[in-house]
């Protein structure tokens, strides 16, 4: 597990915020703190992934939401999840050990938030929930960025 930590978590933001997990992405690669380059880290694709993960994060209090468990939107947060594992992934584990735990780390995030949420997400409560969920993988998204660059994972 040495070195997976900040996989699984880039991989459970995927789950909760998937665009969120890929602007943290941009953000840690701009900083050159990823395993590889396949990660988009000048300022304009950088820029575009934060926006869209503000939009994301607004777009997910509307009524027309879709359900993060459906296919297409679980298999972009299963492989946004290996790609940062994988990016991620400390100096002693594999690049695929850390994809494994990416992914392992988006089915917890994406099944753990969705259940947080309940079943009415335009309640009052249901606000209040989305706004913490956002909270909570901005917030760690930015520890794992910082975590990636106090570790120099070049």
Do not use: C, N, Y
């Not at 909760?16 to 395993?35: C, E, P, V």
């Not at 695929?96 to 735990?101: F, V």
């Amino acid at each position: 597990m040495e070195g997976l930590w900040a996989s699984f978590g880039i991989g459970f933001v995927a789950g909760l915020r998937s665009m969120t997990a890929g602007a943290a992405l941009s953000w840690a690669a701009s900083l050159g703190r990823t395993r590889t380059a396949l990660i988009p880290a000048g300022p304009g694709p950088r820029g575009l992934l934060t926006a869209a993960a503000l939009a994301e994060m607004a777009g997910d209090k509307m009524p027309f939401a879709p359900d993060r468990r459906i296919v297409p939107s679980f298999l972009v947060r299963l492989a946004l999840g290996a790609a940062g594992g994988a990016a991620l992934a400390g100096r002693g584990a594999s690049e695929t050990d850390g994809a494994l735990a990416g992914m392992a780390g988006a089915v917890a995030g994406t099944l753990l938030g969705r259940g947080a949420r309940g079943g009415e997400p335009l309640s009052d409560g249901g606000w209040a929930r989305g706004l913490a969920e956002d909270a909570a993988a901005a917030g760690l998204a930015a520890a794992l960025v910082s975590s990636a660059m106090r570790r120099g994972r070049v």
